[in-house]
């Protein structure tokens, strides 16, 4: 081993030798993700688990952050677990709607079109469609009403027991989209990067519900429409299944990345307070290109 050393000091300075064996370490890149961040105004997590060696990278996974649009992955879980209990079917067909109750008080709201992502559902109240079919559009056009219709299906508090059971101790499903008494009160969907990672990496694995479900979970991620974070600067050959989150100030991804030599790797990029999100949006995605990068030489 030292021999090699020696020759291979004869052929690169040594500068080129340390600056190579910082590039493949977990640390370094975690301060080139840190530089990178700094240069925006807002406040970050990041986590990563290479799913074969079971590394991680950690930033801020703890701090607590709006959940977003993120909180509808939990959701799915709990819709494809309650089909396969036998509750329902995923080929079930329900009631499209546009009337929920208010956490707070019981009292009926309704979403508006003009804020929601996906507003060619709103054609389909007062009838029916699949409960799989609004899973997907919950997902991958992100989907407020259709999230909406499928937590009172599910129930908010049972998408939360099943993350404590998965050990998300601190993603919190509380209520449907647009509850403003809520909102108001401060009672909002939380999640952490580090719970977020790990639902990802169990799905990934398998284990939330078998390996069919997590398949089909897998294929509804795959077809995610908002790809400015993750996958934006990545080569095409590059597949990930993941969700996105934004509100004011606020941009998040989450998912799987799935190489073409088939390894994989979970990575989470949260933000908020961001003063200008589009800048914040360019770093995660540079952010997530670091990570690649940093993966795929390994």
């Given at each position: ?43 970050f997590a990041v986590a990563f ?23 509808k992955t939990p959701v799915m ?189 979970v990575l989470v990029l949260l ?28």
């Amino acid at each position: 081993m030292k021999k090699c050393f020696l020759l291979l000091g004869f052929l690169l300075p040594f500068s080129a030798i340390i600056g190579q064996v910082q590039h493949h370490s977990l640390e370094a890149l975690k301060k080139q993700i840190e530089a990178r961040l700094s240069l925006v105004e807002g406040e970050f997590a990041v986590a990563f688990i290479d799913l074969k060696t079971r590394e991680s990278l950690y930033i801020n996974e703890k701090t607590s952050f709006h959940a977003a649009s993120t909180m509808k992955t939990p959701v799915m879980i709990e819709v494809f677990r309650q089909a396969k209990s036998g509750k329902f079917k995923l080929t079930d067909s329900i009631l499209v709607k546009n009337e929920f109750k208010s956490i707070v008080d019981g009292s009926l709201y309704k979403m508006d079109i003009a804020d929601d992502s996906a507003d060619g559902l709103y054609s389909m109240i007062g009838k029916k469609m699949t409960i799989y079919d609004l899973t997907y559009l919950m997902i991958t056009v992100s989907s407020n009403l259709a999230t909406n219709i499928l937590i009172d299906l599910v129930d908010a508090k049972k998408a939360t027991a099943t993350m404590r059971r998965l050990g998300a101790n601190d993603i919190q499903v509380l209520r449907g989209v647009e509850d403003n008494k809520a909102y108001d009160l401060g009672l909002n969907n939380t999640t952490t990067a580090f719970d977020l990672a790990l639902i990802f990496e169990k799905i990934a694995r398998g284990k939330p519900l078998g390996k069919k479900a997590s398949k089909e979970m897998l294929n509804i991620l795959f077809d995610q429409k908002f790809n400015e974070i993750i996958p934006a600067k990545l080569p095409a050959d590059a597949k990930v299944a993941h969700k996105t989150g934004s509100i004011t100030g606020v941009q998040h991804d989450s998912g799987i990345v799935f190489l073409a030599d088939g390894n994989k790797y979970v990575l989470v990029l949260l933000s908020r307070k961001l003063k200008d999100p589009a800048a914040g949006v360019v770093a995660l995605s540079e952010v997530s290109e670091m990570v690649y990068d940093f993966f795929r030489v390994r």
